[in-house]
């Protein structure tokens, strides 16, 4: 069962140290009542008000640190454009200072991948299986392959009128149990650490460095997809499997490690979220990961000694 471990932010101070991490590393959703940080009224009227074209299968705007820009907002106006940059781009730096601070044995280590803005009624969303958001899942990324590093999420319901409202259910642990080594959740080839199989993956990684190859895939990696589309698609977990609910209210806050803590967006309407990759090194309990869960239950190494 998941806690939710309850922050208010008055009684935050900076001397925490790895309390935080390693509730989230148990498993457990941070929840703040309040907005921890400075969040201008004017900016989340702006978001507010932004029009996103009426298809539902529009995408997510989303905001990448690394290059500082702006991408899926359905906009000419030139204003609005760089409007939206702006608060985006300080969400994010108000976001990650805040975790700094809450997460401080994760910070030197973090790779940073997007924020996005949410501004879809999650509710009723037309969207194809494996990209609906109100089917239970764990999260993984078919664009950024993660070699055992953990993906971080954390959201502001900024809906002054709706919460928004989310259903978790087993552990990644459980689901590995449940369905790990049966078909669509296979357990993948162990990695070879032979001379020659060491070889090609050097070879890959240089492509890679080249630009030839876009991006390698560990054996974590591909089980952890296929974990993702099959949860989704299986009619009897989503119907039957356990669940348990949560309400996040407006202008409330929560932090989780989704590649952990199966979940789903029932419902709710404009929502921000910063994503943070945080490699094993980093891990207070790394036993407790994705990556270790699934290399003892396939008995050998899923990510390669490169990766
Ligand atoms: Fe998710």
């Not at 929840?31 to 702006?46: A, C, K, R, S, T």
């Not at 009619?235 to 979940?263: I, L, R």
């Not at 419902?267 to 990759?277: D, K, R």
């Amino acid at each position: 069962m998941t806690k939710k471990i309850v922050i208010e932010v008055k009684d935050l101070t900076k001397t925490e140290g790895t309390k935080y991490s390693e509730e989230l590393e148990k498993g457990n959703i941070l929840f703040f009542p309040q907005i921890p940080f400075d969040f201008p009224q004017e900016e989340i009227d702006f978001l507010l008000k932004s029009k996103q074209s009426s298809s539902s299968n529009r995408k997510n705007i989303a905001y990448k640190p690394q290059l500082d820009k702006v991408t899926n907002h359905d906009t000419k106006n030139e204003e609005e454009k760089r409007k939206m940059h702006t608060i985006l781009k300080h969400f994010s730096e108000r976001t990650l200072q805040f975790l700094k601070d809450l997460l401080p044995s994760y910070a030197p280590h973090w790779k940073l991948d997007y924020a996005s803005f949410r501004p879809f009624q999650e509710k009723g969303r037309k969207l194809r299986t494996r990209a609906r958001n109100d089917l239970l899942h764990v999260d993984s990324f078919p664009t950024r392959p993660m070699h055992g590093s953990r993906i971080l999420r954390f959201f502001i319901n900024i809906n002054p009128k709706e919460s928004r409202n989310w259903i978790t259910s087993h552990p990644f642990e459980e689901l590995v149990q449940m369905y790990g080594g049966s078909r669509g959740v296979f357990f993948p080839k162990k990695v070879d650490f032979s001379f020659c199989e060491r070889w090609m993956l050097k070879m890959r990684f240089l492509l890679k460095q080249l630009g030839v190859v876009k991006q390698i895939r560990s054996p974590y990696d591909h089980f952890m997809m296929n974990m993702h589309n099959f949860l989704k698609e299986n009619e009897d977990f989503q119907k039957n499997g356990y669940k348990q609910h949560w309400e996040f209210p407006s202008y409330s806050c929560w932090a989780v490690f989704t590649d952990q803590v199966s979940h789903a967006a029932l419902s709710g309407q404009y929502a921000l979220e910063q994503t943070i990759f945080v490699p094993q090194k980093a891990l207070l309990f790394p036993d407790r990961s994705p990556l270790r869960v699934l290399e003892r239950s396939a008995e050998g190494n899923m990510v390669y000694p490169l990766s």
